[in-house]
């Protein structure tokens, strides 16, 4: 799992790079007025919720990859399936990579730009966490109805 975690990382890390590197001075429309790539200094979190309050949103997440981490491990030890430990992997890769942006830059890099539904701006992180946390909950479901599957026998 955790080159899984390092390959999120490095694959928000090159993502950001090229938005910094090609959309800083415009936003490209690949489907006009539904999904354009548009470069954006975040210092919030999510719909740039706590806006300006990077130190408080960098300790949050550093504790959260720490705590995610932890669990990550105790749940291998602990032979968890691998829908949940892939969910947690993606989690922490995506906040790791946030992390990086918060504590080094200052600001979240995000450049994925839904305007069809007035979407917040987002980046390659944000999809593994959301993408990541749909897998953790769908994991969940799917151990309580083997646990009632069982039980029921």
């Known amino acids: 799992m955790i080159g899984l975690i390092f390959g999120i990382v490095l694959l928000d890390r090159v993502s950001k790079f090229l938005a910094v590197l090609f959309l800083q001075e415009n936003s490209l429309p690949l489907w006009k007025d539904v999904f354009h790539l548009t ?3 975040n210092t919030g979190a999510a719909f740039s919720l706590f806006k300006d309050h990077t130190l408080a949103l960098g300790i949050f997440s ?3 990859v720490a705590l ?3 669990y990550l491990y105790r749940r291998k030890k602990e032979e968890a399936g691998l829908l949940e430990l892939v969910s947690l992997a993606f989690i922490i890769g ?3 990579g946030n992390l990086y ?3 080094i830059l200052g600001y979240v890099i995000d450049y994925f730009d839904f305007r069809l539904i007035n979407f917040a701006v987002f980046n390659v992180a944000d999809s ?4 990541g946390a749909g897998l953790l909950l769908l994991s969940f479901i799917l151990e309580e109805k083997k646990r009632k599957a069982v039980k029921d026998i």
């Open 62 to 64: 550093l504790v959260m």
């Open 94 to 96: 995506g906040a790791a």
């Open 39 to 41: 470069y954006i200094e």
């Open 128 to 131: 593994f966490i959301t993408v």
């Open 101 to 103: 942006d918060r504590l």
């Open 68 to 70: 995610l981490s932890y």
